[in-house]
């Protein structure tokens, strides 16, 4: 690995994240949804809860592993269902299929945590509002809009920024899943820095890289935490300090 | 609600459940299999079922001994990073001062840094206090990433709590702790929930520093499955087993705060 690649491949590294993140803000109107047609009283709702959050429990490094079977088409479940369905799949010699895979794998791993914020968000509006939008007439999307939006706030900015920084700092799992191969296809931000500072001793442009890669991360989140700031202070409800 | 969309609502939820499950399902199977059986061939459940990699986790004391040590450190941290948290973020929520939206923003750096940035000046504060391989030293360490998130989430709960409740219980008479501990936490009781559930996760997963800062008597399960990695080839069945094993405090610890996840807002009570 040297200075001299093509750009577009290193555009690749920070593409990803902003792509993950896309994908997560896409997930997190349906993930409303989910949380709607949980129920909110009995055990099959706590037993969702319960089932939702298992991803999110296991150690990084197992999620790889795990991935690093499942994703096989001779031996893996989610490869052999593709294969089944005539799609040539292979993470291993494919770079888009491996860069897919991780995707996958990070959205599958990741979206519990979105999931349960806003479930428990949700869960603590009061029942007020929603017998007085119920009094209005107040159509599902008014209701969505103008109580639950609002209310889910902060807690949505929590989930937004969460994984908008640990998309950044994705290590772990695309390490064990495909070592960052195949070529350069799935070799990240830090794993390139990992990579600079611990196998080639480059510890001088390690540093530089490392202190521009937290650059970005914090001038991204400031703007999208202003940004959020923003947003809800231009409630009426909510009177700008 | 019209039986129509009340189907299609289960079946999404359902599809999504099969999303979430199937890759763990997959593991639980492997983790019933023999290495051969693995590697050597796609089946839906084990064909010769078998519990020696449950077996070897349990009475390998090098396998079992990572559970507790995990479990001691995980525990310590999530109440300090509660403990913490909760004036934190009562005042980000309540109060207005100098830099207050800076300061909130600013320490969530700390959870931007990438664990590895704090690996070396913690082995060196460790190793001058005498800390190293001890449970308190992990625990410790990652209130560096967890401290910020309790705040976060909690800070998010506190604000949908109106402030008129604040201010009606100082007219009654009551005093702040008081009011905090009787009135204010039990209205908030499922950020405390969340909160102390993404704590005790995120300590519960982490590996680099809980690997380093550890060694023999504190040594954390993630780090004792990353030996099977490096033995003699890879050993799938028990590294499976073990990552199912992983999950069981977690699932309990959600299942013990699930009530307050989904417990609603109680109105009216003041």
Redesign the interface.
Known sequence: MNDSKPINQKAWWLILPVILCVAFSAVLPLMT??N???P??GWT??A???????????????VG???Q??GRA?????G?ALAKLGIEYSYTGSARDAWLTVLLMDV?HW???VA??C???L??????YYQAARIDGASKWAVFRFIQLP?LR??L??AV??RF?DSF?I??EPFVLTGGGPGNATTFL?QYL?QKAVGQFDLGPAAAF?LIY?LI??LL??IL?NWM?RVGTSQPTEVA? | MNTGRFQKRTLFLIAYLLFAVLPIYWMVNMSFKTNDEIVSSFSFWPQHFTWANYKTIFTDPAWYSGYINSLIYVAINSVISIAVALPAAYAFSRYRFLGDKHVFFWLLTNRMTPPAVFLLPFFQLYTTLGLMDTHLAVALAHLVFNVPLAVWILEGFMSGVPREIDETAYIDGHTFPRFFLTIFLPLIKAGVGVAAFFCFMFSWVELLLARTLTSVNAKPIVATMTRTVSAAGMDWAVLAAAGVLTIVPGAIVIWFVRHYIARGFAMGRV
Do not use: E, H
């Not at chain 1, 001779?74 to 989610?78: A, E, K, S, V, W």
């Not at chain 1, 869960?123 to 007020?128: E, G, H, L, N, S």
């Open positions: 949804v989910v709607y047609s949980v909110a009283k709702s706590s969702v809860l319960v089932v939702v959050a298992l991803s999110l429990l296991i150690p990084w490094n197992v592993t795990i991935w079977i499942y001779d031996i893996g479940l989610f052999a599958w979206t519990p945590l349960l914020l479930y428990a968000g869960r603590a509006i009061p029942d007020a209310k902060g807690v900015m929590i920024l969460l920084m700092m290590y772990t830090s990992t490392s937290f991360i914090l989140c400031f935490y700031q300090s």
